[in-house]
Nanobody, 124 residues
Framework: QVQLVESGGGLVQTGGSLRLSCAAS????????MGWFRQAPGNEREFVAS????????YYADSVKGRFTVSRDSAKNTLYLQMNSLKPEDTAVYYC?????????????????WGQGTQVTVSS
């Protein structure tokens, strides 16, 4: 049973930083792609970033490129999202997700497993 548990959310001022973590368990993720999505009130859940667990290939939404960095620590089975230069429009619940395979996709329905989410609030 795959389990994804996010942590690290909170309240931060505009221009500040946060690092989200996602502890993954339940199987070997070497053939998986891990992703971060977010959902603001009234909005659809949208893609933020992804990384292939084995090769470390990353991909970002244009809205976060240059500000956010996705990484993983295979020894700890943990996924990270370093968020810098945060803006009020980054306010959302952030979700960790996993999908089998390494083809790049930003489509939420392509991801098989989801965490419960962690709230990020950026004040102006």
């Amino acid at each position: 049973q795959v389990q994804l548990v996010e942590s690290g959310g909170g309240l931060v001022q505009t221009g500040g930083s946060l690092r989200l973590s996602c502890a993954a368990s339940g199987r070997t993720f070497s053939s998986y792609t891990m992703g971060w999505f977010r959902q603001a009130p009234g909005n659809e859940r949208e893609f933020v970033a992804s990384i292939t667990w084995s090769g470390g290939t990353t991909y970002y939404a244009d809205s976060v490129k240059g500000r956010f960095t996705v990484s993983r620590d295979s020894a700890k089975n943990t996924l990270y999202l370093q968020m810098n230069s945060l803006k009020p429009e980054d306010t959302a619940v952030y979700y960790c997700a996993a999908r089998r395979g390494v083809l790049r996709t930003t489509t939420r329905n392509e991801y098989n497993y989801w965490g419960q989410g962690t709230q990020v609030t950026v004040s102006s």
